[in-house]
């Protein structure tokens, strides 16, 4: 158990449709990451908020967005959903900001299939 | 722009034997990190070994070990004494820093064989 939740644990919605997958990172993590993971592919780097500041940006599409409350969860929403958008959804949480070398703690991801 | 790419979609080694997954990367950078992740089926994220770009020795983890060639931009990992709980997909992965973000490669299924 890394220490980091993610939940739904698996989620089933329709295209067009909206939803919102939460993280709460480890205790004292500042930074969480979002990843998707489609089909056979490895996990590609979505985005990145530090003590509730957007830090980093990826391959996060416009109809996706985040954000990270003062309590450090995150949410990532993801609007007009596709089939494409069928993947798993990890997050990840660090101590620091990304200067310096942290460990990335992943959670065990959220289940996303779009039908 | 990173890019991390591993050759050998699937692999299978005898039980108690030896294998090595190959991997390359290509960056600009100088400042970066390497890892193998593990990812059983489970599709739970395991650290299997990290190497710090500046250091010339190759990391060591128990029956884990990389040979990291900076020159030619290489990462492989070496599993000795395999054992059937090693099955799973091994990702490949580059970091660089300032940023912390992963760039993974799409994988290698390796299944050992009892």
């Known amino acids: 158990d890394s220490g980091v939740t993610q939940t739904p644990k698996h989620l089933i919605t329709a295209t067009g449709q909206r939803v919102t997958l939460r993280c709460s990172p480890r205790?004292?993590?500042?930074?969480v990451y979002w990843y998707q993971q489609s089909l056979d592919q490895g996990l590609q780097f979505l985005i990145q908020y530090y003590n509730g500041e957007e830090r980093a940006k990826g391959n996060i599409l416009e109809r996706f967005s985040a954000q990270q409350f003062p309590d450090l969860h995150s949410e990532l929403n993801l609007s007009s959903l596709e089939l494409g958008d069928s993947a798993l959804y990890f997050c990840?949480?660090?101590?620091?900001?990304?200067?310096?070398?942290?460990?990335?703690?992943f959670g065990p991801g959220t289940r996303l299939t779009v039908l | 722009a990173q890019t991390v790419t591993q050759s050998q979609p699937e692999m299978s080694v005898q039980e108690a034997e030896t294998v090595t997954l190959s991997c390359t990367y290509d960056t600009s950078e100088n400042n970066y990190y390497l890892f193998w992740y593990k990812q059983p089926p489970s599709r739970q994220m395991i650290l299997v070994i990290r190497q710090e770009a500046y250091k010339q020795q190759n990391a060591t983890e128990n029956r884990f070990s990389v040979n990291f060639q900076k020159a030619a931009k290489s990462f492989s990992l070496k599993i000795s004494d395999s054992q059937l709980g090693d099955t799973a997909m091994y990702f490949c992965?580059?970091?660089?820093?300032?940023?912390?973000?992963?760039?993974f490669g799409t994988g290698t299924s390796l299944t050992v064989i009892p």
């Open positions: 990840a949480s660090s101590v620091e900001s990304g200067l310096v070398l942290n460990e990335q703690f």
């Open positions: 205790s004292g993590d500042l930074s």
């Open positions: 992965a580059f970091m660089k820093l300032p940023g912390n973000q992963f760039y």
